[in-house]
């Protein structure tokens, strides 16, 4: 049997660090030739280097997903590169600030909702052009558990993931005819630069979500990776516009 994503030609958003790095790194594994974004080009070189080392093919590009015209540009690196956008695994996103919400600032709001939604709808734009250019292609978006429950002192995240989770379902359902299927992972707690910043300032953090997730610990980045590269595969064909929870089975309690 094939790679899993042989051949194919993916775009991950994000990729610098934590679960965009591991997703870079199993994909290429699993045969695609891999497009990697994100605003920390030091980052992306290293991780590019890396990848080259190991035998696969790939290629970074300096994206801030808020700027709509660095989405495109990252879409046509894809297909400038390699002739065409097979799959996109939109991951980028922030944590912003655990606060309760009449304490959050609009900056806060205006930034995780900027990155977090905008920035996938700056994303899906293009890619799905893209795709629709090619005859179709797969997209995975990184919501998060809390796009479909709350957890607390988190509102505008919630709020973000939850529209992510909107415009999955939007995109999934306009484009099913035209051979475009648009999937989400909805991960539980991951070790990340974001967890990293959300634990570091609220001792005991870790030990309370553990706590209340079934399999009583922090994923790792990879295994959220390979949801996403199971979605972005041919092996799911009639899977379109569902959020996928990896989470050790934190929203059953
Ligand atoms: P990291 O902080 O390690 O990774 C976030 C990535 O997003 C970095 O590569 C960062 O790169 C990139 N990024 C942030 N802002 C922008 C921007 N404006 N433009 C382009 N890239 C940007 O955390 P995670 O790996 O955990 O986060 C990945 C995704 O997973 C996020 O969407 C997050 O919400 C989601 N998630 C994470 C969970 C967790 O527990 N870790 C749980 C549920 C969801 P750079 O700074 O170089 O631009």
Redesign the pocket.
């Known amino acids: 049997m094939n790679d899993l994503l042989d051949n194919k030609v993916i775009l991950i958003?994000?990729?610098?660090?934590?679960?965009?790095?591991a997703a870079a790194r199993l994909f290429s594994q699993e045969g695609a030739r891999v497009v990697v974004?994100?605003?920390?080009e030091d980052?992306l070189a290293a991780l590019v280097g890396e990848l080259k080392e190991k035998g696969a093919d790939a290629v970074y590009v300096v994206?801030?997903?808020?700027v709509a015209a660095d989405a495109v540009r990252a879409v046509d690196v894809a297909v400038s590169t390699y002739g065409r956008l097979d799959g996109a695994f939109n991951?980028?996103?922030?944590?912003g600030d655990r606060t309760p919400l009449h304490l959050m600032g609009d900056d806060v709001y205006d930034v995780v909702m900027d990155?977090?939604v905008r920035?996938v709808w700056n994303c899906l734009r293009p890619e799905i052009a893209a795709m629709l250019a090619t005859g179709g292609g797969a997209i995975v978006n990184?919501?998060?558990?809390?796009g479909l429950v709350a957890i607390p002192a988190a509102s505008a995240?919630i709020a973000a993931?939850h529209a992510v989770v909107g415009l999955t379902r939007a995109a999934a359902d306009e484009y099913a005819k035209q051979g475009i299927r648009v999937n989400a992972v909805?991960?539980?707690?991951?070790?990340?630069?974001?967890?990293a910043d959300w634990f570091g300032r609220n001792p005991g953090l870790e030990e309370m979500v553990n706590g209340l997730t079934p399999q009583g610990r922090t994923a790792e980045?990879q295994e959220?990776a390979a949801a996403a590269a199971w979605l972005l595969s041919d092996r799911c064909p009639f899977l379109t516009g569902t959020v996928l929870p990896v989470d050790g089975g934190f929203i059953n309690q």
């Open positions: 958003t994000g990729a610098s660090s934590g679960i965009g790095a974004a994100a605003r920390r980052r994206c801030d997903v808020t991951n980028a996103g922030i944590g990155t977090n920035g990184n919501s998060s558990v809390g995240y993931k909805a991960p539980g707690t991951t070790r990340s630069e974001i967890t980045p959220i």
